[in-house]
C-alpha cells in the first residue's frame, strides 16, 4: 500500500472504458477503467506507477502532505473559476418596450402590438433603472437592450444612451452597449449611432429562409429583413461588432447542418446552438416540445460537423462548447449566467422590466409577465438598491443558488464546470431546489460535458481545434 | 452478509445492502438517479443491512433485468464518491475558505 492522500475529486465513467476524474479546480484526467478505485485504495505506486502516480499528484489528485504545500495556490485557481462572485452583476437588461412586430411562436415574452406605447419603458423608470446599474460594484457593465423589438424606440434607446453616459462621468465604469434586434429597423442613421458609441448589434437568425420564417413569423419576410438588416450591419459597423442568436424549434432538429452553412453563408464564424426554454409562452403550441435527448442528438450533429468544417481549415465556433471549454481547459470562466455556481441570476444578471420592475434574469421577467412573481426583486421606483439586491427575496434564492449544495450536483465530476439554474427548477418543476434525476438542465449539460470530454479524448486534432476556440 | 442480495415477490424487488461495506449516503446518493424511472423505499432491515424495495408495478421486465445488472457497479461506484468526500472533506473545506479570506487564512 502507497503512502499518499487523497485530494477532493469526483469521477464518471465514460462510454470507452475510461474514466474521467475532475477536481475541486477543474482540472481532469482521463483513466483506464479501474484506476479510481486503486487510488482510493493506495495501490498507485510512486515507483512502479511513476507516470501516472506523477500526474495524479501535479494535477491535484493526490498529495505527499495531509495540507498539500501548494493549497493556496489551488485556492487561488478556486477563486479565479469562482471570479464572477467578486464582480458582482454585470449584466444589466434594459427590457425598454414589449412592443414587437414579429410573432414567433417561441418567444418567452408577452409581447404586444407595435402600436401600443404603453408598453414602453418611461423615461422615469429608464433613469431609476440606471442609477441602480451604476451603483453595481462591477466596474465593467454590459447595458443591454431587449425587447419586444428595441429599435421599435430607439429614441429611447439613444436617451438611455446619453443619461448613462452623463452620470458615469462620475462613476467611470466600462460600459459595453449591446441591441438585441430582429433587424427589421436597422437603418444607416441607427447604424451611426450604434459606430460613434461603440454598440453591438445582437440578432435572431434561426436558419435558411425557410426555417427562420417557419419559427419566426413577420407580415413580411422575416428572413430576408434580418438577412439585408445584418449586410448592411456587417457593413457599416464590420463584422465582429454584429453577432447571431439561434433558437431550435422541433423543425430545427432536423437541419443542424443547414442551419451552420446559412451562418457560414452570411460571413458568421460563430453559432450558439441554443435549446428552446420549456416553460412559460414558449410552449403554447405542441410546435416547440421536444424532449432533452432529441436537443442532446441535434448539438452532436452540428458539433461533429463543425468540428468538420474547423478540420477542413476554417475557423468556426460553437459558442455553448467554447464556454464550457474555457471551463476545462482554462483557470478561467466565461461570464455565463447560465452556468455558474452561484448561480448567475442577481449576481450576473438582473433585468429592468418597463413597467421598473427588477428580475433575476430574463427568464424571471418571463414568469412575471405571466402574473408569478417568484423571481420579482423590487421595483426600481419604490425600493433601492439595498432591498433589491441583498434584500429578503434574494436572500431567499440564494438558498438554492450553489450547486455545491444541492442533491445529485454534490457528487457530480461536472460540478465546476456547471451551474445552479433555480428559476429552470422552478418553471420546470415547480421547486426552487429542483430534482436533478428529472431535470432537463442537468440531463443537457452532463450530455454535452461527456461528448466534449469523449471528442478530446479520441482526437488530439479535436483537441487541438477546442484549443484555438478557446484561446481567440 | 458480505454481498448485495437481491430477492423478490410479485409486488417488489427488494434489495439487502450490507452496512460493513456501503454508507448510507452512498446508497441513497444511487438511489437518488433512479427516482425518476422507480418507485423506491429505503429502510435499515436490520443493524447490518439497508433494504431497498423497489416497485414492480409499472415496471419492465428490460428495467427490472438492468436494474439488477446495473445496480452493485452504481453503488460501488457511489461508495468510491463517499471514500473520497469523506476522506477530503477538511482539505476541501480549507480550499474553498482560502480562496475567499483574502490572505485571512494564509497561515494555515
Not at chain 1, 165 to 171: A, F, G, Q, R
Not at chain 2, 72 to 85: F, G, K, M, P, Q
Request: glycine share 4%; proline share 2%; aromatic share 12%.
Amino acid at each position: 500500500m502507497s503512502k499518499y492522500y487523497l485530494m477532493p475529486f469526483n469521477f464518471c465513467r465514460l462510454s470507452n472504458s475510461n474514466e474521467l476524474i475532475i477536481n475541486t479546480i477543474g482540472d481532469y484526467l482521463i483513466l483506464p477503467n479501474g484506476t479510481v478505485k486503486d487510488i482510493i485504495k493506495r495501490n498507485i505506486q510512486k515507483k512502479k506507477d511513476s507516470e501516472l502516480y506523477l500526474d495524479l499528484l501535479s494535477n491535484f489528485f493526490i498529495s505527499e502532505t495531509p495540507i498539500n504545500p501548494l493549497i493556496d495556490a489551488m485556492a487561488i485557481r478556486y477563486r479565479t473559476k469562482k471570479e464572477s462572485i467578486s464582480n458582482f452583476t454585470g449584466l444589466h437588461i434594459f427590457a425598454i418596450t414589449l412592443r414587437c412586430d414579429h410573432k414567433c411562436d417561441y418567444c418567452q415574452v408577452s409581447r404586444q402590438s407595435q402600436d401600443f406605447k404603453e408598453f414602453d419603458m418611461s423615461l422615469e423608470v429608464i433613469e431609476k433603472s440606471i442609477d441602480l446599474m451604476l451603483k453595481s460594484p462591477n466596474d465593467c457593465l454590459t447595458m443591454e437592450f431587449q425587447g419586444g423589438e428595441p429599435l421599435l424606440v430607439f429614441d429611447k434607446i439613444k436617451q438611455s444612451i446619453e443619461m448613462t453616459k452623463l452620470k458615469n462621468s462620475v462613476t467611470n465604469k466600462k460600459i459595453t452597449y449591446v441591441i438585441c434586434t430582429n433587424l427589421t429597423h436597422i437603418n444607416n442613421e441607427i447604424l451611426r449611432y450604434c459606430k460613434d458609441n461603440s454598440i453591438l448589434i445582437s440578432c435572431s437568425l434561426d436558419g435558411p429562409e425557410f426555417l427562420h420564417n417557419y419559427n419566426r413569423i413577420y407580415s413580411n419576410n422575416s428572413y430576408k429583413s434580418t438577412i439585408a438588416g445584418l449586410r448592411l450591419a456587417q457593413q457599416f459597423l464590420g463584422e465582429d461588432r454584429i453577432s447571431a442568436l439561434m433558437t431550435t424549434t422541433t423543425k430545427s432538429l432536423t437541419f443542424p447542418l443547414e442551419i451552420i452553412d446559412e451562418y457560414r453563408k452570411n460571413g458568421l464564424k460563430n453559432i450558439f446552438l441554443r435549446s428552446i426554454n420549456p416553460y412559460g409562452y414558449a410552449l403554447r403550441t405542441q410546435k416547440n416540445r421536444y424532449t432533452t435527448k432529441q436537443f442532446v442528438d441535434f448539438y452532436k450533429k452540428a458539433l461533429n460537423y463543425i468540428i468538420s468544417i474547423n478540420l477542413r481549415g476554417e475557423f468556426f465556433v460553437e459558442d455553448y462548447a467554447k464556454i464550457i471549454l474555457t471551463k476545462i481547459l482554462t483557470p478561467f470562466s466565461l461570464n455565463y449566467v447560465d452556468l455558474q455556481s452561484p448561480s448567475g441570476i442577481i449576481t450576473g444578471v438582473v433585468v429592468y422590466n418597463r413597467d421598473g420592475n427588477v428580475y433575476a434574469s430574463d427568464e424571471s421577467r418571463m414568469l412575471g409577465e405571466m402574473g408569478d412573481g417568484k423571481f420579482l426583486l423590487g421595483n426600481v421606483i419604490t425600493d433601492n438598491y439595498e432591498s433589491i439586491f441583498y434584500g429578503s427575496k434574494s436572500s431567499m434564492l440564494s438558498k438554492y443558488m450553489c450547486n455545491e449544495a444541492l442533491a445529485g450536483c454534490n457528487r457530480c465530476p461536472f460540478q465546476i464546470y456547471c451551474g445552479a439554474d433555480p428559476v429552470h427548477n422552478y418553471a420546470t418543476q415547480g421547486d426552487l431546489y429542483g430534482r436533478r434525476y428529472s431535470n432537463a438542465f442537468c440531463e443537457r449539460n452532463k450530455a454535452i460535458l461527456t461528448f466534449l470530454f469523449e471528442l478530446m479524448n479520441q482526437d488530439n486534432d479535436v483537441f487541438e481545434i477546442f484549443k484555438s476556440w478557446v484561446l481567440n | 452478509m458480505e454481498q448485495i442480495v437481491f430477492k423478490e415477490d410479485d409486488k417488489f424487488i427488494y434489495i439487502f445492502i450490507p452496512q460493513r461495506l456501503y454508507s448510507k449516503e452512498a446508497v441513497l446518493n444511487c438511489l437518488y438517479w433512479k427516482l425518476n424511472e422507480l418507485k423506491i423505499r429505503f429502510s435499515f432491515y436490520s443493524e447490518k443491512e439497508f433494504q431497498v424495495s423497489i416497485d414492480l408495478k409499472n415496471l419492465s421486465l428490460h428495467q427490472k433485468e438492468n436494474l439488477k445488472d446495473t445496480f452493485s457497479n452504481d453503488l460501488l461506484d457511489y461508495e468510491l464518491r463517499e471514500i473520497v468526500h469523506r476522506e477530503t472533506k477538511n482539505i476541501r473545506e480549507l480550499i474553498i475558505a482560502k480562496a475567499f479570506a483574502n490572505g485571512a487564512l494564509d497561515d494555515l
